[in-house]
């Protein structure tokens, strides 16, 4: 009989497992095609995209648009300035002053992008920033990096830090620059969260859309020809093939390992979506597939999806703004309940001093009325005292 019921038992749980397990994947089936279907019509996998590492996002709630081999592991070049930017923005005041080392400037190779500092040179971390940020400066970063962190190794520790404290679990960082290094790597989706958070500082979004910008002249530059131009295509109405009137930044990337590198971003009616494409090329013509790749699934992303995210924008807006509410209700609540208190507390003290008075009246009272029948006696007494000897006399 117990064998026979073990059997039974042990049927029961193989015939649920193997029911579960394909409950579960015909769950994962349905969500695909559901996530299929909330793409519309037109699909935008059906675009014509060139670049093999890319990913699109929308800036606001992370929504993945569209995505090829996002999380590859990947080469970032000088896109990894996005993440120097970030710890400078959160640890130094723009009027700061850093000064120029020869360490910063020798960690530069040949051939890298320089914005021409000098050692002993004293700038502020705000016109570094620029420099980092618009011609792609890689003695800025390697200035700053020494600045927040005392040296360019400290720095790169503080960047997987604030890597991984983002969420950016497939990135490693060896300095701040973005200067190839086989142990500097990331993906398209790690560098989207790091684009995302970026842009919530209004000095990053400020410089990022910056296409021109002259760094001032110092003792040891006394020059103004510091002059330089945004490396991103997409900012710039000069390329006329790539320039996207809707673009706000972000930052460019290039080394021969790490290819054409791009963290993009534009905004229309109030809508912003960020693409980030690794690794890219030349397209038989010539052109560069990173800037035609992002205009087109930006002007996509625009023509289908903007409604949608507006009308979220709006319902979070309206979440929010019951949300202050509510808040702004119970803080009122609690103002009325503290100030009750504070009366009836009040009153109760009030009503302690009434009764100590009335304690002190009623003492007072209670005393006099005593005396009077302490002096009413003695009075009584003496007059007794006077009838006694006035008798005693006659």
């Known amino acids: 009989m117990k064998k026979k019921l073990l059997y039974i038992f042990l049927t029961i749980i193989v015939f649920f497992t193997f029911f579960s397990e394909c409950f579960a994947s015909e769950i994962l089936e349905n969500t695909q095609v559901t996530y299929e279907s909330e793409l519309g019509s037109p699909n935008i996998y059906d675009l014509n995209i060139a670049s093999d590492c890319i990913l699109m996002v929308e800036k606001e709630t992370g929504d993945i648009l569209y995505e090829k081999n996002a999380k590859a592991k990947m080469y970032p070049a000088s896109t990894t300035k996005i993440l120097t930017a970030i710890l400078v923005l959160e640890n130094c005041d723009l009027t700061e002053t850093a000064k120029v080392s020869s360490i910063a400037l020798k960690a530069v190779p040949p051939t890298y992008t320089t914005a021409a500092l000098q050692v002993g040179e004293e700038l502020k971390v705000e016109d570094l920033l620029y420099a980092l940020l618009i011609p792609s400066a890689n003695d800025a970063a390697n200035v700053l990096a020494e600045h927040v962190a005392g040296s360019i190794s400290g720095f790169a520790d503080m960047m997987n830090e604030k890597a991984k404290e983002l969420g950016c679990m497939d990135s490693h960082f060896t300095n701040p620059s973005g200067v190839h290094d086989k142990d500097l790597y990331t993906t398209a989706y790690d560098l989207s969260i790091m684009a995302r958070y970026a842009m919530k500082f209004e000095k990053f979004r400020e410089i990022v859309s910056t296409v021109h910008y002259t760094l001032p002249s110092t003792e040891a530059y006394p020059k103004e020809d510091r002059k330089f131009t ?3 295509a ?4 000069s390329y006329k093939n790539y320039y996207y009137e809707h673009a706000i930044g972000i930052k460019t990337g290039y080394t021969n390992p790490a290819k054409d590198c791009l963290v993009a971003g534009a905004k229309k009616d109030d809508v912003e979506f960020i693409i980030v494409v690794l690794g890219d090329g030349y397209l038989e ?9 992002c205009k087109t699934l930006f002007d996509f992303a625009f023509d289908n999806y903007t409604t949608k995210y507006k009308e ?6 309206a979440e929010e703004q019951e949300k202050l509410r509510i808040i702004a209700l119970e803080k009122e609540k609690q103002e009325k309940k503290l100030n009750k208190k504070t009366d009836s507390s009040f009153l109760r003290g009030l009503s302690k001093i009434i ?14 009325k005593t005396k009077k ?10 007059r007794k005292t006077k009838k006694v000897k006035r008798k005693a006399k006659h």
């Open 230 to 232: 945004i490396s991103n």
């Open 234 to 237: 997409l900012m710039n109405p």
């Open 285 to 293: 013509n010539g052109l560069r597939e990173k800037y035609l790749d």
């Open 312 to 317: 979220l924008q709006e319902k979070r807006q």
């Open 355 to 368: 009764a100590v008075i009335a304690i002190l009246l009623a003492v007072r009272f209670l005393f006099k």
């Open 373 to 382: 029948k302490k002096n009413r006696y003695k009075f009584g007494k003496k």
